[in-house]
């Protein structure tokens, strides 16, 4: 038995080499530990922007809360004092404590800005992270298109037609109402041995 698989390794590493596939693949071999590399980073990137922006929120909220209760408590109580008028000291109270709300209204919303600026800037890993997510999407093409290729060249004539029709589609993003698409590992696997592989 191993000297069976050995044979059949043998046999397609010169066939590949025959074919000019060998320096394709090494060059796809190459990629894809780069690859993860590239996805590890775009993992990391997003993490830290979503940490950012869930900080940013976390201390922007409290303010907003502030600002609300205390201008709908104060909404109250003047409504209350045109409804029924106010002693003087009780009205110059009401006043004063409007001042002081309306002063702490630009600082507030300051504050509220800052942190609203922080989230967007923690969205600025998305130009990076976008760059990276393309370069690998194009090594993962490249690599498709050369296993795709090898696959419809050494297949059975009478399979490739219907062959080159369901593998050269590629994945299917929306697969709601559809049944001719492949959807798990098991699929493919089916399709593979009706094709003869």
Known sequence: MLMRVGQLTRMLRDNLR?????????????????ARDRLNYVATMTEQAAVRALTAIELAKPIQDRLEADANALDAR???WFDQPLELDDARQLVTETRTYLRRVPDDTRATNNHLMEIMMAQDFQDLTGQVIKKIMEVVQEIEKHLVQTLLENMPPEKRKEAED????????????RTDIVADQGQVDDLLASLGF
């Open 18 to 34: 025959e074919l000019g596939l060998d320096k394709q693949l090494e060059q796809a071999a190459e990629a894809i530990p780069d």
């Open 166 to 177: 369901s593998l050269l589609n590629g994945p299917q993003i929306n697969k709601e109402g």
């Open 78 to 80: 003047w409504a209350k």
